[in-house]
């Protein structure tokens, strides 16, 4: 039952009100810093509007970055996190919506043994078999290359998870009456499952796109070439020269334009985004 009562309504965007602020006044602080220039801050006052130099600071970012904090410019490390981002979501999405395939529709021994040893792979995280799996990047030869930096983290038990959990709730007399229509496993998939499954795929490119994005351990362990940096670590490297230093209005341009791309990700997916976690179009 849905109350509608004006208190009630009044208190509930008064909440909503609140929680918006409280999450954008530190991106409004980042913007305002960025564009300021570097002495604004050694006053000991924090300034709340916009400063002169916000070109000069994005245009310096952008083409030169800081060659004292080690970090090449931020174009090249929005490319190689545009790169890896794109590359983790795809792959993930394309691995474990096969692999869901195959374990619903086809008959072949162990078949739920071959789910559940998908699914405990939850419990081992890069994080865990980081070490094992640096030993066999660096032996691949695959050390400062997009390849190390995307394929240990391209599968995926969780979206394996759901794509199976969704495959489950397809009536099997759509798979019939595609049989009998002639329709083979390929053209199925094809005609039928990616279509149906077009919000769920979104829905995860959009999560899987900004966690591939937000990746810095692992990008920190496989690339020592600043060719490959990605903005993550350039972010780090910035801050960690800004104790010496005080740039603090070149680091928040650079986290600034390290929003973007995730933001019009959400912006251009939001109507997919928020269809495919709350609905299905079975």
């Known amino acids: 039952m849905v109350e509608n009562r004006p208190f009630l309504n009044i208190l509930t ?38 400063g002169p130099h916000m070109i000069d600071n994005y245009a310096r970012m952008l083409t030169n970055g800081l060659s004292s904090a080690g970090a090449p410019p931020v174009w090249m490390m929005l490319i190689n996190s545009t790169i890896m981002a794109l590359t983790i979501a795809i792959g993930k999405i394309a691995i474990s919506i096969i692999s869901a395939y195959a374990i619903v529709y086809f008959k072949f021994p162990f078949r739920l043994l071959a789910f559940w040893m998908i699914f405990i792979t939850l ?32 599968a995926s038990a969780t979206a394996t998870f759901l794509f199976r959990q ?22 199925f998939f094809r005609d039928i499952l990616l279509p149906l499954s077009r919000t769920n795929i979104a829905a995860l490119f959009v999560i899987l796109f900004i966690y591939g994005w937000v990746q810095y351990l692992w990008p ?8 490959y940096y990605t903005i993550v670590m350039g972010i780090k490297r910035l801050a960690a020269s800004a104790d010496t230093d005080p740039y603090w209005n070149l680091v928040m341009a650079a986290v600034m334009l390290a929003m973007l791309p995730p933001v019009l990700v959400i912006l251009l997916m939001q109507r997919l985004f928020v269809k495919g976690l709350v609905e299905t179009e079975k």
Not at 171 to 184: I, K, Q, S, T, Y
């Open 13 to 50: 965007h008064l909440l909503l009100i609140v929680g918006v602020a409280v999450v954008a006044f530190p991106v409004y602080l980042a913007f305002i810093a960025s564009t300021h220039g570097a002495d604004a801050f050694s006053r000991g006052l924090a300034p709340m509007l916009p």
């Open 123 to 154: 419990m081992l995280p890069v994080e865990v078999r980081i070490m094992p799996t640096f030993k066999v990047v660096a032996d691949l030869g695959m050390l400062n290359s997009y390849a190390g930096l995307t394929i240990p983290l391209i």
């Open 166 to 187: 969704f495959f489950l709730t397809i009536p099997d007399e759509l798979m019939e009456a595609a049989r009998v229509d002639g329709a083979g496993p390929m053209k």
């Open 220 to 227: 920190l362990l496989v690339t020592t070439d600043t060719g």
